[in-house]
Nanobody, 114 residues
């Protein structure tokens, strides 16, 4: 499975960005797709995940600001990020999990700064 992420960049505090990640290869259901992030000097942490059935979970720090969604026909997951804060600055990684296997995409940098 290959994951290609898009959408990072520089945004001012309070702004919005939308990340997308397309999966290709042997896509099997059930599966979970999600986004993790890693800030400078920090451990990688879960931001949000969504199952192939549509169930979602979010880190407490992003609840109410970020929305994860997916298009199963396109094997693509999205992360709509609103009301961005400087502490959201990190490299964001797309993730695909299925039984007995986990795959990571390349990171995309999100910088929230004025």
């Amino acid at each position: 499975v290959q994951l290609q992420a898009f959408g990072g960049g520089l945004v001012q505090p309070g702004g919005s960005l939308r990340l997308s990640c397309a999966a290709s290869g042997s896509i099997i259901s059930p599966n979970t797709m999600g986004w993790y992030r890693q800030g400078a000097g920090a451990q990688r942490e879960l931001v949000a995940g969504i199952t192939s059935a549509g169930g979602t979970n979010y880190a407490d720090s992003v609840k109410g600001r970020f929305t994860i969604s997916r298009d199963n026909a396109k094997n693509t997951v999205y992360l709509q990020m609103n009301s961005l804060k400087p502490e959201d600055t990190a490299v964001y990684y797309c993730n695909y999990k299925r039984p007995l296997a986990t795959y990571w995409g390349q990171g995309t940098l999100v910088t929230v700064s004025s």
